[in-house]
């Protein structure tokens, strides 16, 4: 078993801080987008990417521990490390990662339903402002009345 600092548990700690300020920054999200805010959105974009970025290297980290201590480089060797040879602080931690993993897939859930109910206004809101625009003209360009359906001749035999 691994217990330096190259263990599979090295980063878990790092981790939970990380996807913890993650899901913080899913509520406030999630709070901007109730209050239809959306012009604050872009700076929690960036904030949320960094975070992305650095929980992927954290879990890259994890997984190369993994494998050099003889398990699968992913979660199913998370879990078989987790079952067989990790310190019970280490298990903790992992239940602790997946419980904020969850938390934070589940606020991004629900920020995505918010975000397609504004997009679905904003798509209503633009369909009837089209609509106004493209009614009747009462003069063409040519100064002539003019309308929009089509006209047929009337041919006779």
Same mark, same amino acid.
């Given at each position: 078993?691994?217990q330096s600092?190259?263990?599979?548990?090295?980063t878990l700690?790092?981790?939970?801080?990380?996807?913890?300020?993650?899901?913080a920054?899913?509520?406030?999200? &999630?709070?901007l987008?109730?209050?239809?805010?959306?012009?604050? @959105?872009?700076?929690l974009?960036?904030?949320?990417?960094?975070?992305?970025?650095?929980i992927?290297?954290?879990?890259?980290?994890?997984?190369? +521990? @993994?494998?050099?201590?003889?398990?699968t480089?992913? *979660?199913?060797?998370m879990?078989?490390?987790t079952?067989?040879? +990790?310190?019970?602080?280490?298990v903790k931690?992992?239940?602790? @990662?997946?419980a904020?993993?969850r *938390?934070?897939? *589940?606020?991004?859930r629900?920020?995505?339903?918010?975000?397609g109910?504004?997009? #679905?206004?904003?798509? +209503?809101?633009l369909?009837v402002l &089209?609509?106004?625009?493209?009614?009747?003209a009462?003069?063409?360009p040519?100064g002539?009345?003019? #309308?929009?359906?089509? #006209?047929?001749?009337?041919?006779?035999?």
């Open positions: 078993m691994q600092g190259t263990g599979p548990a090295t700690n790092d981790e939970i801080a990380a996807a913890s300020q993650l899901a920054v899913l509520q406030r999200e &999630q709070a987008l109730i209050d239809a805010d959306v012009d604050a @959105l872009p700076d974009t960036q904030e949320k990417a960094k975070l992305i970025a650095q992927a290297v954290l879990a890259n980290t994890r997984y190369q +521990a @993994l494998a050099a201590a003889g398990f480089d992913d *979660e199913a060797g879990k078989a490390w079952e067989s040879s +990790a310190p019970a602080a280490a931690a992992w239940n602790d @990662l997946l904020v993993a *938390e934070a897939k *589940e606020l991004n629900i920020n995505g339903v918010l975000i109910k504004h997009i #679905s206004r904003n798509q +209503a809101t369909s &089209q609509a106004g625009r493209q009614g009747p009462l003069y063409g040519d002539q009345t003019s #309308s929009k359906g089509g #006209s047929r001749g009337l041919v006779i035999g």
